[in-house]
């Protein structure tokens, strides 16, 4: 990542890690996959940092992004985007997710539709309203997903 300098921003009490290019040029949000974080777009950035101003930054619970102590959403996660965009002080950037970034970009502009100039989504999805769940649904739900990320781990270990 060293076309680019990094930085945090505080995005609605959320401490958001970014990379940026900079420059007066349109700017390019990337928002990474669940097992990613803003490096994974390491290989696109020669040719997007021609053109754009990039920016390419870690979700909340990814990266150097803050993980917060409570439960938290794709609508949390589009509130970051729209925070990292508004302390950005951004006009009109292009945003582009990967997978679960996809949904947040998703959230995002179906929360401010006209903040986007352009929208692009690569393998990805917007789901259906959140539905109220129990406790025991939602702990269950927790549950898998930290088994599924401990599988992950054993795969490709994760810096400690």
């Known amino acids: 990542m060293n076309l680019l300098k990094d930085d945090y921003i505080d ?6 890690h970014y990379y940026r290019s900079g420059g007066d040029k349109q700017t390019i949000i ?6 990613d974080n803003g490096a994974c777009w390491a290989s696109m950035l020669p040719v997007l ?8 930054y870690d979700a909340r619970a990814h990266g150097s992004s803050v993980a917060p ?16 965009i ?11 997710g ?3 970034g996809g949904q947040t970009v998703g959230w995002a502009t179906v ?15 917007i789901s259906g309203p959140i539905q109220e769940s129990t406790d025991d649904e939602a702990r269950l739900r927790r549950e898998g997903m930290l088994s599924w990320i401990a599988s992950l781990q ?3 270990p994760l810096p400690s």
């Not at 940092?49 to 390419?56: C, E, G, K, P």
């Open 11 to 16: 995005a609605g009490g959320i401490k958001l």
């Open 30 to 35: 990337l928002a990474h996959g669940f097992s």
């Open 49 to 56: 940092t021609a053109n754009y101003d990039v920016i390419a």
């Open 69 to 84: 102590q409570v439960d938290y959403n794709s609508h949390d996660q589009a509130e970051d985007l729209l925070g990292l």
């Open 86 to 96: 508004d302390v950005l002080g951004l006009h009109k950037p292009i945003l582009m």
């Open 98 to 100: 990967h997978s679960m």
């Open 111 to 125: 929360k401010r539709p006209e903040m986007a100039a352009a929208l692009i989504f690569e393998d990805s999805g």
């Open 154 to 156: 054993t795969i490709v």
